[in-house]
């Protein structure tokens, strides 16, 4: 099992690295923030990446604190008694601790649990699969996430030049990678139950109906979860970004965003608040029924050039409406996420970076 915890490390360290490059490749490029998957406030594309990169640095540390709760059963013998050993060393016990001193340290570990039963305490696969399946939810997140974004024509995975992109329609490229990683991802996160199951289960000092089953469930669990970073590797590092369409989003929002700083302008140069509050409130709703009902573009901003309520700020709109200065401090928070949390981990870790990970399609 720690050569299984160490392969998932190495993964999730790379995984780590990708993502990061492209955070920070992306920190300015304004893009639509969504509450309720509703178009909010602007954030950017690589800010929303750090909140993937955030969900991966707290399954770091929760993978590295198991690593180092890891301990092994020990010399106990068939009830964990150390019976036998006991009568092997005609009852020194302390020719028996060295014993299991000496038996741990030969399988390079220096922790032991203190009592046990005839097998290390079940409790111990349920905490690992708890922190496997957190590594899952987060891959979940992402996958979902960019199922969503290609949906918009945002941001696509990788597509392979001679790649089928659906069985059915020849014109359409489906988020393969990304639902494979949703769909390996909701096994995953669903096997800690199981392991609960037989944790709580164990008759006294233990039964055999966890046996087979535990055999399997974690298993499977490492092996699934190796596929789904194999996966993410392969996505986030050949992410194709079209800014155009992401700008063109932000064009059809902006405008709706923007009036309450061109409202305070106006005001700044002698207007009434609450008069201008009515006026621009009626022309968002004019624009509003453009968009959504006559299916035609946004016109708030040449609604408002037409107004003479908004005349002091007629030649500052290109200025007011400049996307960068609507989405606060994004890209510094990436900046400094990734200093102050990620580097440190990929520091830590330079010896495992390099993986690439290999899909095929």
Known sequence: MWDALEIIKTKLVNVIDKL??????YRHLPTLGFTHLQPAQLTTVGKRATLWLQDLTMDYNNLVNLQNSFKLRGVKGTTGTQASFMELFCGDESKVKELEKRVVAKLGFDKVYGVTGQTYPRKFDYNVLCVLSQ??????KFSNDIRILQNMKEIEEPFEKSQIGSSAMAYKRNPMRSE?????????????????????????????????NRRIVNAQAFLALDGILNIYMNVCENLVVYDKIIAK???????????????????????????????????????GKNVKELGKENNLIELIKADSAFAPVHD????????????????????????????????????????KGDVRV
């Open 135 to 140: 590594i899952a939810q987060s891959a979940y």
């Open 20 to 25: 990061s490059r492209f955070a920070l490749k």
């Open 316 to 355: 500052k709109l290109d200025e007011i409406l400049d996307a960068k200065k609507f989405t606060g401090r994004a890209a510094s928070q990436t900046e400094e996420f990734i200093a102050n949390e990620v580097e440190p981990i990929l520091k830590q870790n330079g010896e495992l970076l390099g993986q």
């Open 249 to 287: 989003h932000v064009a059809a929002e902006l405008p709706f965003m923007a009036t309450e700083n061109i409202m305070m302008e106006c005001v700044k140069a002698g207007g009434n608040r609450q008069e201008l509050h009515e006026k621009i409130r009626v022309l968002s709703m004019q624009a």
């Open 180 to 212: 494979r990683i949703g769909s390996l991802a909701r096994f995953v996160i669903s096997l800690p139950m199981n392991s609960a199951i037989t944790a709580s289960t164990q008759w006294f000092e233990r039964t055999l109906d966890d046996s087979a």
